[in-house]
């Protein structure tokens, strides 16, 4: 449905009309078109421009005549229409206007021309029209919010569809958000830490390409342990080379064979004492350091020691024995030589190694420092030997070979070496491994961002939402389609409804029926196409059987609106509910012919109410009296939400469209207009600038009023105020009272000082109860339906 004009622009009178600013009620609020809409407008105001407008919605196409027109129509459940496109609204519009008739009555503007033909259902088509109605109550209603069978599932399924829609796409951006926010949302999306994830230009579809990667079965996620060591490799920075360790070259082989020989070497027996020989008391050979050449007798026994005990005692330790004691000792201070290199033997310290390194150089390094500790252990077990035989250095020891792993501290050194090689082959590598580590952060980052948004359950909710779309979209499909066919269809069976005859009988049924020209018919005359050879009709206006030329502008009104009406019900209308636009259409007809005028809107169109919207413009103020009797248009409730009353005002070269003054709308005849003004000033106990014109008016209202009120009770040839006498009875006073108010002040003329003062309260309110009081008592039935007539109770007056 139209609401409203929202503006015209450049197009003939409307220069710049703004519907919001102009179109308004008393309290300011914005009105809009209603199912019915009446529009008065004096003659050349702008009636006509309005109609063209609405007729190029029909044609498609405004006039070129316009210099840069600019209109747009607003409706309430299609987009708004403009100047440039009128074919936009996909509604059946249908407009009676003076291009109507020359369009379709060209005999008009050429007497030797025709009328525009057209079908309508023909009589002898019952069981196709019969047909046609079955599939349209099949179809259902299609008005907003009244939507019947097929039509309201189709509103039902679009809906439920419309909802799953909304579903699948909640559920989208539910992910879709989650899914932008990890990748590119500021400060925590991937995008904005690459200094951990590398990827400066990370984006959503990359992320939907990695989650596919951690997804797959082949992908293995690193361990927490390995995510703090590439963490910390994150924070390496280029170290500088491990310079090559030098070996441990301990020759234990040699140092066990000394040590055996040395151990098993005898000392000959000659000159020997045997006491010291079987037992080694190396005190002996200490006591002999401290008492040869210093004491003559022996500190521990103060005996005298002899000469010939101290050649028996040199005798006992000769060279021989002397020599291995040497040997012996240097022996021993070799090896603590080769412990303390085991002992100051060490690995680099792990700092210089990369952090990538550090499991492995633990490692390496416990295993170094067991087989040092073994090592130290085996040298020291050969000191352990030699120090024996050095206490007892005249008897032999049997060698006990030491447990030490040589083949071992080989491979360590070897495990050293290769870490020290990788480790500085490490240095040039760096970049790339810091790559391929923020790679393997950033893939453990989203395998853990996709199980805590449980990403698998997100897409299959999203999945199972579509297929229910997907369901909901066919089943709506599935309605539309058997909607669609049985249009089509039902098109296809009004198509075989021609019947030219048919058309033309329902013309001159209203041409002789409602208006009693039974001197002119209109006939349908049939002819061979030359082009296609079939039968083709036109239409002509025939008077006594001829057909009719120099038609009065009455007669031209007269059929041309009958054949307006008529096209109604034509075969490309009848049922769809057009939008109707009437202008103006009792031009050059006489009082009788405009109320049959009215009688074919209410019977024709108000009777079977087969349109969407109605509008009416006229000038005349009688066929606007009778358009206040349509069905609904009286001043009740239903009118405030069915009919809307607007005028359109034109000032110089300009016209606006404004609400319908209530004195217009709301009277069937100015009568009773003045019999309320009469009524408002006999009740106000005191005057204010709201009711002010009441009284201010009071004396021509008054005079008006009761000019036609007693007219029409004493319809004879007395004189007013003889009239006014009967009126008021015998009392003379209240008519010669009313009489003075009725003249002075509807009248300035011989009383011009009456100008110069304010019009008093207490005349006014007593003049006008004096005429309401006779009236109710003269008649109380036509006084109760004056007051019914404006609205007022009449308990209350």
Sequence with gaps: MITKIKYIKNLAVYKDFEWDKEVKNEKGEILEFKKTNIIYGRNYSGKTTLSRIFRAMETGKLSSKYDNPECCIKFNDVSDVIQDDFTTHKKQVRVFNEDFIRDNLRFVVNPDDSIEPFAIVGGDNNTIENEINVLKDKLGENEKEKETRLYKDLLNGSQIAKQAAIAVEAAKKKLTDQLSLKAIGNPHGIKYKPEIYGDQLYSNPKLLKEISVVKNDSYEPISDDKKSLLLKLLNEQKKDSILDSKRLNILFEDLNEQTSLLLSRKITQSNKIDGLLKDAMLWVKEGIDLHKNKRSKCSFCDNDITKERWIELENHFNEESSKLEDNLKILISNIKNEIEKLEDFKMEVKDKYYSKFHVEYEIINAELIDCLKSSKDALELLINQLENRLNDVFNPLA????????????????????????????????????????????????????????????????????????????????????????????????????????????????????????????????????????????????????????????????????????????????????????????????????????????????????????????????????????????????????????????????????????????????????????????????????????????????????????????????????????????????????????????????????????????????????????????????????????????EQA
């Excluded at 030359?530 to 006594?544: C, L």
């Excluded at 004493?714 to 108010?741: A, H, L």
């Excluded at 000082?753 to 008649?779: C, F, N, S, V």
């Design 399 to 794: 060698f006990k070979e030491p447990p030490f792993d040589k083949q071992k501290l080989i491979e360590i050194f070897k495990k050293i070496e290769q870490l020290n090689i990788r480790s500085n082959d490490y240095t040039k590598n760096l970049v790339k491994e810091q790559n391929e580590a923020k790679k393997e952060l950033r893939l453990r980052e989203i395998f853990d961002f996709i199980n805590t948004i449980q990403y698998d359950n997100q897409t299959s909710e999203i999945a199972s939402l579509e297929a229910v779309f997907e369901m909901e979209k066919n089943k709506k499909a599935t309605i539309k389609k058997e909607i669609d066919d049985i249009l089509v269809l039902i098109t296809q069976k009004q198509n075989q409804l021609n019947d030219e005859g048919g058309a033309v009988d329902k013309v001159n049924e209203f041409l002789n029926s409602h208006f009693g020209h039974q001197f002119l018919t209109l006939v349908a005359i049939e002819f061979d196409d030359d082009v296609t050879g079939n039968k083709k009709y036109r239409f002509e206006v025939q008077r006594d059987g001829k057909k009719a030329h120099h038609l009065s502008e009455g007669e031209v009104s007269l059929i041309a609106f009958c054949y307006f009406i008529a096209k109604l019900k034509d075969i490309k209308t009848k049922g769809k509910k057009p939008i109707i636009w009437i202008d103006d259409p009792i031009s050059s007809l006489d009082s009788n012919h405009i109320f049959f005028i009215y009688t074919l809107i209410n019977t024709q169109i108000y009777g079977d109410e087969e349109f969407e919207q109605l509008f009416i413009s006229t000038h005349n103020l009688n066929f606007l009296k009778y358009l206040k009797r349509l069905p609904g248009a009286d001043i009740t409730k239903e009118t405030k939400t069915r009919f809307r009353h607007l005028i359109i005002n034109r000032s110089d070269k300009n016209s606006i469209i404004k609400s319908m003054p209530n004195f217009l709308k709301n009277y069937v005849t100015e009568f009773n207009y003045l019999f309320e003004q009469i009524y408002k000033c006999s009740i106000m106990s005191n005057v204010n600038d709201s009711n002010y014109t009441e009284y201010y008016n009071f004396g021509n209202n008054a005079r008006k009023f009761l000019e036609l009120f007693l007219f029409y009770k004493y319809p004879d040839t007395t004189t007013q105020t003889q009239k006014i006498k009967k009126f008021f009875g015998e009392n003379n006073i209240p008519s010669i009272f009313t009489d003075r108010i009725n003249n002075e002040y509807a009248h300035l003329s011989g009383c011009f000082e009456r100008g110069e003062t304010l019009i008093e309260e207490p005349e006014m309110y007593t003049a006008a109860k004096l005429i309401i009081d006779r009236i109710k008592y003269h008649d109380i039935d036509q006084y109760q339906a004056l007051v019914n007539s404006v609205e007022i109770s009449f």
